[in-house]
């Protein structure tokens, strides 16, 4: 069942369909009067109910969903209407967001800049205006966070394209591209089409907002600010929008000046992460992107970034390694993808930190989450040869299930026999990603 308040109200729909047939009907019209609709009521409404679904943190103010709600029955309508009214009358200013550390797939860490509710609230209602006039513009090679597509569709297209022969590939990595776009060039970038002024000046506050961070003892500090002039932070609700827009140029100037036929090439691109994947000429498309990238400002990072002959040579991109794979039951070579070991073992870690002795929630919540995290993560590897990822993550979550239920319950021996595998995914209701297990015989 859907839920009700996400449900687009017509009127939204209609305006956001119309601006999109506006800008793809006419691709020099610059859009004069949008502001005026951020604030309207049933764009704040529904910019509400988007950010609440998305969940997430409080911000530095420390304002929950909760503390909104619990203000009674028309709660949430006098918090919007505070919102409107500060937008309406041009006094509304971001606060800072609160910075937080999350781990990066390939080890390290990843700043997350997390904005207030009220400031994800009002970028919400911004981009409910804004992105259909620039998804108008968007190269079709370019798959991240955009309506009606997703990774799993970069993820086919990639393997689509090596099955037509195009196995040279530039395994791309770009250095912090979120952190290091230019704030001029991507404004020039946005006023291409929007010339409204009100408009302008909110994206720009966005990007000019200061991190709040704690330093080694754990004093508050802000950083970045007015002074600033790079990056768009991760976490913002506009930054996808933005970071796609700035990356389109490089897409563009590809397709614009026939690279693709230069080259015998193809680009796939999902935010920050882009294959180029070529018959013949992977160096030469290579070279022409490094310059590109240089005078947009940005960086590969060229450590990361490789040649690849994917008949030979395997290469991840959105958590699959496309390249030589063995059939499990022929023993024969063939050209496929898989979810990548980075992903499983990313995937183990989160089972394992999930199943720590510190966890003392009842049994039914911690399977049910844990079952929610497995489900989640099916979800998205469910495509090509799933088999032994499937049976990797299978075999780890027995033994962390088996391991924390017999130090919950004070077992002596390792558990096999009070904690079998057909108990725990039968009777105890973990989820199996091989799917339920065959009763013996059946």
Known sequence: MIDASLEMPDKVRDLQIKLYRKAKNEPEFRFYQLYDKVYREDVLRRAYHLAKANDGGPGVDGETFEDIESRGPHGV?????????????????????????????????????????RDRVAQTAAKLIIEPIFEADLEPSAYGYRPKRSGQDAVQK?????????????????????????????????????????????????????????????KK?????????????????????????????????????????????????????????????????????????ERLGLTLNEKKTSLRNARRERFDFLGYTFGPHFSGR???????????????????????????????????????????????????FDLGSTARAYEVLDEHVEERVRHFLRRRHKVQS?????????????????????????????
Request: charged content about 30%; overall charge positive; aromatic content about 8%.
């Open 77 to 117: 309508m006098e918090w919007l209407k505070e919102l409107g009214k500060e937008l309406h009358d041009k006094t509304y200013k971001p606060q800072p967001v609160r910075r937080k550390m999350i781990q990066k797939q390939g080890g390290g860490e990843r700043a997350l800049g997390i904005p207030t509710i």
């Open 158 to 218: 990639v393997d689509e394209l090596l099955h037509q022969g195009y196995t040279d590939i530039v395994d791309a990595d770009l250095s912090k591209y979120f952190d290091t776009i230019p704030h001029s060039e991507l404004m020039q970038c946005v006023a291409r089409r929007i010339v409204d002024k009100h408009m302008l000046h909110l994206i720009k506050m966005w990007l000019k907002v200061p991190v709040e961070e704690k330093d080694e003892t754990g």
């Open 221 to 293: 500090r802000l950083t970045g600010g007015k002074d600033n002039d790079r990056g768009t932070p991760q976490g913002g609700v506009v930054s996808p929008l933005l970071a796609n827009l700035y990356m389109n140029r490089m897409l563009k100037g590809w397709r614009k000046t026939g690279r693709a036929e230069q080259f015998r090439a193809r680009i796939v691109n999902y935010a920050d992460d882009f294959v180029i994947l070529s018959r013949g000429k992977a160096a030469e498309a290579l070279g022409w992107t490094r310059g590109v990238l």
């Open 330 to 380: 022929t023993g024969r070579e063939y050209l496929g993808y898989s979810p990548s070991k980075k992903s499983v073992n990313k995937m183990k870690r989160n089972v394992g930190e999930h199943l720590r002795p510190s966890n003392v929630a009842p049994w039914e919540e911690v399977r049910d989450r844990l079952n929610q995290k497995l489900r989640g993560w099916k979800a998205y």
């Open 414 to 442: 390792q558990g096999t026999h009070q904690f079998s595998m057909k108990r725990i995914y039968g009777e105890l209701g973990v989820f199996r990603l091989r799917g339920p297990l065959r009763e013996a015989g059946s």
